[in-house]
């Protein structure tokens, strides 16, 4: 009995020191955790406090030059005076003698009609005006026996007077078919579409055959006697020519080939999609390599005066307006900006307003930027 005492007191220890080791694991378990939760935390925290990167960008000084340069526009070669031939009656074509780029002649005929019904309408006035002249014969002779009677006094003044009438009325009848005799003859005649001035025919708008109505195209004529170089110009540019410019026309396949013109016309009036004017340039002995139709660049010189251009790949939107990005010199901030476009080049932007000398605008990247986001000019250090 005292032995198997002095064993559980031996024994006692050891459980005391597996608890303890136990109590000990989980202890240095919670420390851990708690050890990573701060590392964690920290690195939360650093995240938090980490700055916006500095994106890279490409940017230009404004430097403000002179507005002396050439504008060029591109546009096409135009009769000075162009007409569309038409019949003034309907009828069936049975022949046209021209065709596109024939050149045509003063007086000659370009198509014909069939004339058979203008002809029998022709007939039937002749014999109208033939019978109304008999009728008239007649009553001219009853007038003059009536004009005997009474002057003799075998006739009353009523029978006289009914006489009179009848010979004013055969008169007008007469008239009246003399009149339709002479819109028959015309009608005849207007089976023939003749060119009223030479040119050259530039469209067709019907063949032989058809049925044509009056007033229906036939053929489009050229005139000659001058040519129009024709372009569409945005209202900037037309409050910025100077006044009564001298035009620079020359062929776009064949720049060696000029001719100069002035401003012959402006359209009153924009078109209604591309918001343009229509302007004609009249040419001034154009070369015969410039034909109708011809591709043609026209140069006309600005006004000097002070001018802004900048890449036109610094453009963007603000606000449904035309803006770009301004880098603050102090900060290395951008922010945006709107300004008026003067006009569009192929490669720059002329700046009405919104800009001044020493601005620094961005000129690529700048569909990832932000207002104030905080940039790296390339090319002027880091």
């Given amino acids: 009995m005292r032995d198997g005492k002095r064993a559980e007191r031996r024994a006692a220890p050891g459980l005391g020191n597996r608890a303890e080791a136990r109590h000990g694991r989980r202890t240095g378990g919670l420390v851990l955790a708690a050890l990573l939760a701060l590392a964690v935390a920290g690195c939360d925290a650093g995240d938090e406090d980490a700055p916006a990167p500095v994106r890279p960008v490409r940017s230009v000084t404004v430097e403000i030059g002179t507005a002396g340069d050439v504008v060029t526009l591109t546009g096409d070669v135009q009769a000075e005076d162009e007409a569309a031939l038409a019949f003034r009656v309907g009828g069936r074509m049975i022949e046209r003698l021209v ?59 009523a029978i006289h007077d009914d006489a009179a009438q009848g010979l004013r009325s055969a008169q007008s009848a007469v008239d009246d078919a003399e009149a339709q005799l002479k819109i028959a003859e015309d009608n005849v005649g207007y089976t023939e579409l003749v060119a009223d001035a030479p040119g050259v025919v530039t469209a067709r708008g019907a063949e032989p055959g058809e049925v044509v109505q009056a007033g229906q195209l036939i053929v489009q004529l050229a005139r000659q006697g001058g040519r129009d170089a024709v372009f569409d110009v945005p209202a900037q540019l037309l409050r910025a020519v100077p006044a009564n410019p001298l035009i620079e026309v020359s062929l776009v396949d064949d720049p060696a080939v000029k001719a ?93 307003s919104g800009l001044g000398a020493g601005d620094i605008v961005v000129t690529a990247g700048v569909q990832a930027l932000h207002p104030g986001q905080a940039v790296r000019l390339l090319g002027q250090g880091s």
């Fill in 99 to 157: 065709n596109v780029g024939d050149r045509v002649t003063a007086g000659q005929v370009v198509a014909r009609l069939d004339p058979q019904n203008a002809l029998n309408g022709q007939r039937s006035a002749q014999a109208a005006l033939a019978a109304a002249e008999g009728r008239l014969v007649q009553a001219q002779n009853h007038f003059e026996r009536q004009e005997r009677l009474l002057g003799n006094g075998f006739t009353t003044r």
């Fill in 260 to 352: 100069t013109g002035r401003v012959r016309e402006v359209a009153p009036q924009a078109d209604p999609v591309t918001r343009t004017f229509r302007v004609r340039v009249g040419l001034d002995n154009p070369p015969e390599a410039m034909r109708l139709g011809s591709s043609v660049n026209g140069r006309v010189h600005m006004d000097a005066g002070a001018s802004i251009e900048i890449p036109a790949s610094a453009l963007t939107a603000y606000q449904s307006r035309p803006a770009v990005w301004i880098v603050d010199p102090a900060t290395l901030t951008v922010s945006l900006r709107n300004i008026e476009v003067a006009r569009f080049n192929p490669a720059t932007v002329a700046v009405a």
